[in-house]
């Protein structure tokens, strides 16, 4: 049973940074892509970065140059740091495997507001 739990989200103003963490569990956390997705309100869960089992990593245009993913595998953690955030970016952020499972965690939500 893969467990999954986001943390690291808060209220930050525009132009700031954030840096999430995601904790996985499973001995073979290594030999998967994994990636950050975020639902914003009213829209659709979408990726916004994804990270190869050897590193090679994917950004959504919109966050292109702003967000660095990168992973642990001796910590099976997956980390998501987010610079220049805007308000477009206030979403619940969560971490999964790429393609994702069914199985989500609780998310950490993310609130850039002025």
Known sequence: ???????????VQPGGSLRLSCAASGRTFRNYDMGWYRRAPGKQRELV???SSGGTT???DS????FTISRDNAKNTVDLQMNSLQPEDTAVYYCNRFPAIAYWGQGTQVTVSS
Not at 1 to 11: D, F, H, I, N, P
């Open 1 to 11: 049973q893969v467990q999954l739990v986001e943390s690291g989200g808060g209220l």
């Open 49 to 51: 970065a994804r990270i």
């Open 58 to 60: 994917n950004y959504v």
């Open 63 to 66: 966050v292109k140059g702003r």
